[in-house]
């Protein structure tokens, strides 16, 4: 099982719709948890980060945790064109340092 | 972010050669982290280094790889006698040392070929 797990997508939704991304992590232990987006070509960006179970809201952001399931999630409404992007989770694992999984990604494609 | 600088930002090499690639981390930041980015394919850790210490080199290939922080000058990504498998994005984040959330940023990415 991989560390931090992503559906690849493509995820396409229409422009206005609320996009849903999700992401399952197999380390009970981690305590920190971020989304990242990435344009083609471009570096990463971090965008939401989350600590707590419970919803965490940053405009058009909403990032989702759920530590007993394991599962992290980023909801992006009222979806633009300029949304279209892949979408990094990424989990601070275990082991006492700095480090951080990542997933593969999600493409998500905001249909104008 | 552009505080944290890579260079070159492509680079090409033929099969057989050695690949340097250079991180400086922004100014203050002791801890230097290298990832790499297959086509299509997400971010796969490297290493972790502070200044002069290897910390985590456990994403690291056996061979032909290695990883330097100096004390003065950029943190160097080392790859001898390049394969065709080794053409990918590779990205530098550093921090402080602290939480990596508020404080780690990633360069813009060297993009190596192997032709």
């Known amino acids: 099982q991989k560390e931090v797990e992503q559906n690849s997508g493509p995820l396409s939704v229409p422009e206005g719709a609320i996009a849903s991304l999700n992401c399952t992590y197999s380390?009970?232990?981690?305590?920190?948890f971020f989304w990242y987006r990435q344009y083609s070509g471009k570096s990463p960006e971090l965008i939401m980060s989350?600590?707590?179970?419970g919803d965490k809201e940053d405009g058009r952001f909403t990032a989702q945790l759920n530590k007993a399931s394991q599962y992290v999630s980023l909801l992006i409404r009222d979806s633009q064109p300029s949304d279209s992007a892949t979408y990094l989770c990424?989990?601070?694992?275990?082991?006492?340092?700095?480090?951080?999984?990542f997933g593969t990604g999600t493409k998500l494609q905001v249909i104008p | 972010n552009a505080g944290v600088m890579q260079n070159p930002r492509h680079l090409v090499r033929r099969r057989g050669q050695e690949a340097r690639l250079r991180c400086s981390p922004v100014?203050?930041?002791?801890?230097v982290y290298w990832y790499r980015q297959l086509p299509e394919e997400g971010l796969k850790f490297m290493v972790y280094?502070?200044?002069?210490?290897?910390?985590?080199e456990s994403g690291m290939p056996k061979e032909r790889f290695s990883a330097e922080f100096p004390k003065e000058g950029p943190s160097i990504l080392r790859i001898q006698q390049v394969v065709r498998g080794d053409s990918a994005a590779y990205f530098c984040?550093?921090?402080?040392?602290?939480?990596?959330?508020?404080?780690?940023?990633f360069g813009q990415g060297t993009r190596l070929t192997v032709v």
């Open positions: 280094l502070q200044k002069e210490n290897i910390i985590d």
């Open positions: 989350i600590y707590s179970n």
């Open positions: 100014k203050g930041h002791s801890h």
């Open positions: 990424a989990v601070h694992t275990s082991g006492g340092y700095q480090k951080v999984t």
């Open positions: 984040a550093s921090s402080p040392g602290g939480d990596w959330i508020t404080e780690a940023f």
């Open positions: 380390d009970r232990v981690s305590q920190s």
